[in-house]
Structures are given as C-alpha cells and as structure tokens.
C-alpha cells in the first residue's frame, strides 16, 4: 500500500538530531575548565550518586525556597576522580623523566584530597646549593615543571621545607630554621615566577630538623627535602 514506511524519515530525522545534541554536549564538556570535566566525569561513572552540588526544596506558605545542604555540598565537592590524580603523577615524572630513576629524587603519594609531593636535596642530585636557598639548575628544572602541572589541573599547594641535623653553617645566627623557611619561600617565589597564582599558596612553613623522616637517620641527607601538599580547591 502507497502509505506504508512514509513515516521512515521521522525515525531517521529523530536519529540525526540526536546525534546533533549528543555532538554538542561532548563539545561544550571539552571546553570546560578540570572541575567540570572531574565533576562530569564522576557523574557518569556513578549517575545515582552524582558529585555535582544539589539543593532541595520545600513549599512553604506558597513561596518555594531553597534550603542548601552544607554538610552534603562539602563532601561532594571535595570528591576527587583519582584516575586524574594518577594521571598528574605519572605526567609529572615524565617532564623531569624520572619514570626509570633509581635514587628517587621525587616521590609522588595520591592521597583522598590531592597528591603530596617531597623533593629530595641530596647531594647527587641537590636541590639547592649548600647551606643557602638557591636553586641549583635541577631545583629550577622541578620548580618550572611542577609550577606548570599546578598551574595547569588549578590546585593549591602548602609548602614546608626540611632539614637534616648537622649542617655547618659559618653565621651562628643563621640556624636550620631560617634556612628551611628560606627554602620554603624560595620555593613559593619560583614557583609563582613560572606560572602559579599567588592566591593559590595557602601555607609556607620551615621545620627545621624537628620533624624528621623515619626511614632515616636525623643525620642523613634524604631529611633535607621540601613537601608539597597539592590539592584541588573546594568550591
């Protein structure tokens, strides 16, 4: 019969602008900055427990208002996609090429919240020139590689500087804390010179030899070492 399958188009029509739509949403996702792309993403993988901020709301004398869930909104926003922070790690030791390192300079640990960063200043491969804050040219080399990861996955970052015990340093009144705080700082400086906002500093501290690394004795070189804690903001 002459009408039977006129309808076909409709379906392929339907069809066609489906795609479109589909198009479109992958587009505007690819344009978003890393919250967007994390918060997306985690939907996706787990559509019933979504990490994107919800309210509810409640009828009230005939007005709608919209009671927020403080407590709710924190956790969801601090959800962190942890296949992203592996991916951070693994992108960091391929700029400084230390995926087949032996002597460890950098250690990388992914934590809930971000990842937690200790540079090694150990006389191989030193960080900063003896008993002074200055970069030697493999600190500025970590420094302008971590500023530009920071920079880029938009995270904040706590600095605190270490030392190991028996350090001879020629000024009396120049102890091991100033010079960790010196190095903390000298820390902040380049890292912001190469590309990090200065608001995304929360915290720089210099320990000293007081908070020494179990795995070694107080004496040894691997104590002398800055920490970076690195973490995604909270909205």
Known sequence: MAGKGGGAWKVAYADFVTALMALFMVLWIMSQDTEVLVATSRYFQNPFNSPLERSSGLLDDGDTTIVSQPQEKELMSAAVDMGLLHDMAREFYRMLDLENEEADPVIIKVTDNGLNVTIFDRPQRPLFKENAADFTPWGELVMRNLAWLMDSYVLQVKIDAYSSKGHSIADPDYTLFELTADRANATRRALVFYALAPSRVEEVS??????????????????????????????
């Open 206 to 235: 210099g320990h000293a030899d007081r908070d020494p690394l179990p795995q070694y004795e107080p004496g040894d070189p691997s104590q002398d070492r800055i920490e970076l804690s690195l973490a995604i903001p909270r909205r």
